[in-house]
């Protein structure tokens, strides 16, 4: 597990549902240049990951998309094991050469979906095109007027093809996308908002922002705490059907907001409640509810490991890292609604700090920056085990908050 650095990007489909995850693999923090054979390595390193760890921690019963080089493709490993979920996605760098349609063509005999990566049509890449079930198109690199013409070029050689549009950044991109008909959709469009100058907060998501917030003080009142949840019915409910479910294993009923604070603690009160507050965000995808938990317990976890005294604000920053996206409304805006420490407000809006450095990785080992993970002064060690970890922690949480 120490040489497991690997990441996770969600594909949406049209609804904003999780469809698949892009699996984003590396060797580990090396210097690549020191590799003879990148393709042999790479093929190496994403065998080791699914054998060693295994799908079902890494995707769940969603499909994995895996880049595949010219090398590794040649090696034409026999992944029937996973052919129902391992997508087979061809890179841009790889021809259409007679060794390797008929390996990608063996793939797809074994019952793998065939993608092909960044892709720009030419005929004599149609031998790859006509083994293909889905194209990837980068909006970004070619534009909406060029993508228009690939899904239109693409259509005509094969009327069956699936197309997911990658680095989408903007919702407006997003809808026109959507306009042009593609299936599906990977990139930080859903993490961005749209700015509107002077928007307010929703009342209702203003008092949970302040409620997330007395959460995370320092010097937090369980009095106070109370009177918050107590004034909200629907919460104080789901709230107390959490304590009781089976993840704790109380043997007597908790009936009382305070015996819940008492019996299990602030600490739990304090996580469980956010994780609620966070999932009473019903218009926004679960998988950037997610993702918000991931980073919080990441950067928890990783304060952990450097001694800090003050895991809970880093879970916090890590948290709240998304809360532009969630609230749709400037980070600024946010926090001025918000009595938060000015270390973590300057890790929100500049990444500043200790705190902000160690979002930084949490952000950079999303992305698969490996390169970048290392010059923020972390050791790898710690931060794959702590993604890992935070990453059970938060399937845990999704599982039991699905029997409130």
């Known amino acids: 597990m120490q040489d497991a650095f690997i990441g996770r990007q969600p594909i949406f489909d049209r609804n904003i549902e999780v469809y698949a995850y892009e699996l984003l693999y590396r060797h580990g923090f090396v210097n690549y240049a020191e590799i003879d054979d990148d393709d042999a390595a790479s093929g190496t390193v994403l065998v080791n990951l699914l054998l060693e760890i295994g799908l079902d921690n890494l995707v769940g019963k969603h499909k994995a998309f895996c880049n595949f080089t010219r090398g590794f493709l040649l090696q034409e490993k026999d992944l029937a094991f996973a052919a129902d979920r391992l997508v087979?996605?061809?890179?841009?760098?790889?021809?259409?050469?007679?060794?390797?349609?008929?390996?990608?063509?063996?793939?797809?005999?074994?019952?793998?979906?065939?993608?092909?990566?960044?892709?720009?049509?030419?005929?004599?890449?149609?031998?790859?095109?006509?083994?293909?079930?889905?194209?990837?198109?980068?909006?970004?690199?070619?534009?909406?007027?060029?993508?228009?013409?690939?899904?239109?070029?693409?259509?005509?050689?094969?009327?069956?093809?699936?197309?997911?549009?990658?680095?989408?950044?903007?919702?407006?991109?997003?809808?026109?996308?959507?306009?042009?008909?593609?299936?599906?959709?990977?990139?930080?469009?859903?993490?961005?908002?749209?700015?509107?100058?002077?928007?307010?907060?929703?009342?209702?998501?203003?008092?949970?922002?302040?409620?997330?917030?007395?959460?995370?003080?320092?010097?937090?009142?369980?009095?106070?705490?109370?009177?918050?949840?107590?004034?909200?019915?629907?919460?104080?409910?789901?709230?107390?059907?959490?304590?009781?479910?089976?993840?704790?294993?109380?043997?007597?009923?908790?009936?009382?907001?305070?015996?819940?604070?008492?019996?299990?603690?602030?600490?739990?009160?304090?996580?469980?409640?956010?994780?609620?507050?966070?999932?009473?965000?019903?218009d926004k995808p679960d998988e950037l509810m997610t993702m918000a938990l991931v980073r919080g317990k990441m950067c928890e976890l990783i304060a952990v490991q450097q001694r800090s005294r003050q895991e809970t604000s880093y879970f916090t920053v890590g948290l709240f890292s998304l809360l532009e996206s969630i609230l749709d409304a400037p980070m600024e805006h946010i926090l001025n609604e918000l009595p938060l420490s000015d270390e973590i407000n300057r890790a929100l809006l500049f990444g500043e700090g200790r705190m902000g450095r160690v979002l930084h990785c949490v952000q950079d080992y999303e992305q698969g920056d490996w390169v970048a993970v290392e010059t923020r002064g972390i050791a790898q060690d710690v931060v794959v085990e702590s993604y890992w970890e935070a990453i059970s922690w938060a399937d845990d949480i999704s599982e039991s908050m699905s029997q409130v």
Not at 101 to 114: L, N, S, T, W
Not at 200 to 226: F, G, H, N, T, Y
């Open 88 to 282: 087979v996605e061809v890179l841009e760098t790889v021809e259409a050469e007679e060794e390797i349609v008929q390996a990608v063509k063996g793939y797809a005999e074994r019952g793998h979906m065939i993608a092909l990566d960044d892709f720009v049509y030419s005929e004599a890449l149609r031998p790859l095109v006509d083994l293909a079930e889905l194209i990837k198109i980068d909006v970004m690199e070619l534009g909406m007027e060029e993508t228009a013409q690939q899904v239109k070029i693409l259509r005509t050689v094969k009327p069956s093809l699936k197309f997911l549009a990658e680095k989408v950044e903007t919702k407006e991109e997003f809808q026109q996308c959507l306009d042009l008909g593609f299936d599906y959709f990977q990139g930080y469009f859903f993490s961005k908002p749209v700015v509107v100058t002077g928007k307010k907060l929703p009342p209702a998501r203003l008092a949970m922002l302040q409620l997330m917030s007395e959460l995370q003080s320092s010097d937090v009142s369980m009095e106070r705490i109370e009177e918050i949840i107590q004034a909200d019915v629907n919460l104080s409910v789901k709230l107390l059907r959490q304590v009781n479910s089976s993840y704790y294993n109380l043997i007597n009923e908790v009936t009382s907001i305070k015996q819940a604070i008492v019996r299990v603690g602030l600490q739990h009160i304090r996580t469980w409640a956010s994780v609620l507050i966070m999932g009473s965000v019903s």
